[in-house]
């Protein structure tokens, strides 16, 4: 059925013949259980930024390595900082902080150390002064400084929104707001000790329909 078991170290040839055609892959069997290494070592990211990668490499006594990655189970010690794919060594960044990333591998494990720090001095809010009428929707984005690609962080689904009047205006967890009456409305958004700011105003009802009649 082409399964393969391996019974001592060494080199082999694996060969598949159908009719006329054959296909033939090599397999090595390694003696021993592997060391088993996680890399980057250790990792610096921002909340908001784009998801860091891991690699699980295993290192057999006859120093030949194995990409693992998507064969070892991994954790993270604290997923509210940070999760990780459990199967693909895939990191997302949540909030700020320090965890441990685990991978473990034919009973071997091996760390890394994720760091989210960097600080935020600023959160800006966009659009800054949006108007809509009542009953109509605004979508507001969040956003932070630079990440280590260079991009910028996008924080709008890890921040706590508020509005300053829930009878003008509410607004969702993700940023999304509704005009509820017309008036002004300051939208908020924070993550840790950080916040910005943006001024919604909500003006006459949209017009929900429109009559032609014949001209006299």
Same mark, same amino acid.
Not at 1 to 29: C, D, Q
Not at 43 to 66: H, N, Q, S
Not at 84 to 108: C, D, K, N, R, S
Not at 174 to 190: D, K, Q
């Given at each position: 059925?082409?399964?393969?078991?391996?019974?001592?170290?060494?080199?082999?040839?694996?060969?598949?013949?159908?009719?006329?055609?054959?296909?033939?892959?090599?397999?090595?069997?390694?003696?021993?259980?592997?060391?088993?290494?996680?890399?980057?070592?250790?990792?610096?990211?921002?909340?908001?930024?784009?998801?860091?990668?891991?690699?699980?490499?295993?290192?057999? =006594?006859?120093? +030949?390595? *194995? /990409? #693992?990655?998507?064969? &070892?189970?991994?954790? %993270? $010690?604290?997923?509210?900082? !940070?999760? @990780?794919?459990?199967?693909?060594?895939?990191?997302?960044?949540?909030?700020?902080?320090?965890?441990?990333?685990?991978?473990?591998?034919?009973?071997?494990?091996?760390?890394?150390?994720?760091?989210?720090?960097?600080?935020?001095?600023?959160?800006?809010?966009?659009?800054?002064?949006?108007?809509?009428?009542?009953?109509?929707?605004?979508?507001?984005?969040?956003?932070?400084?630079?990440? =280590?690609?260079? +991009?910028? *962080? /996008? #924080?709008?689904?890890? &921040?706590?929104?508020? %509005? $300053?009047?829930?009878?003008? !205006?509410? @607004?969702?967890?993700?940023?999304?707001?509704?005009?509820?009456?017309?008036?002004?409305?300051?939208?908020?958004?924070?993550?840790?000790?950080?916040?910005?700011?943006?001024?919604?105003?909500?003006?006459?009802?949209?017009?929900?329909?429109?009559?032609?009649?014949?001209?006299?």
């Amino acid at each position: 059925k082409g399964l393969a078991v391996g019974l001592k170290a060494g080199t082999t040839t694996i060969r598949a013949t159908s009719g006329p055609v054959t296909g033939a892959t090599a397999l090595t069997v390694h003696f021993g259980p592997p060391g088993l290494q996680v890399t980057p070592p250790t990792a610096t990211t921002r909340p908001g930024c784009a998801a860091v990668p891991f690699t699980a490499t295993a290192v057999f =006594p006859d120093k +030949t390595t *194995a /990409d #693992v990655t998507t064969m &070892a189970a991994w954790t %993270s $010690s604290d997923p509210t900082i !940070a999760t @990780i794919g459990a199967a693909t060594g895939i990191a997302t960044p949540l909030q700020f902080g320090t965890v441990t990333i685990a991978a473990t591998y034919m009973g071997q494990n091996a760390t890394a150390t994720l760091t989210l720090g960097g600080g935020i001095v600023s959160i800006a809010v966009t659009p800054a002064t949006p108007s809509i009428p009542v009953g109509l929707t605004q979508q507001f984005k969040a956003t932070t400084g630079a990440c =280590p690609d260079g +991009t910028i *962080a /996008d #924080v709008t689904s890890l &921040a706590s929104w508020t %509005s $300053s009047s829930l009878t003008t !205006a509410t @607004i969702s967890a993700t940023g999304l707001a509704t005009g509820v009456a017309r008036g002004t409305s300051t939208i908020t958004a924070t993550l840790g000790t950080v916040s910005g700011t943006a001024n919604l105003t909500v003006g006459t009802p949209a017009c929900s329909s429109l009559t032609v009649t014949p001209h006299p």
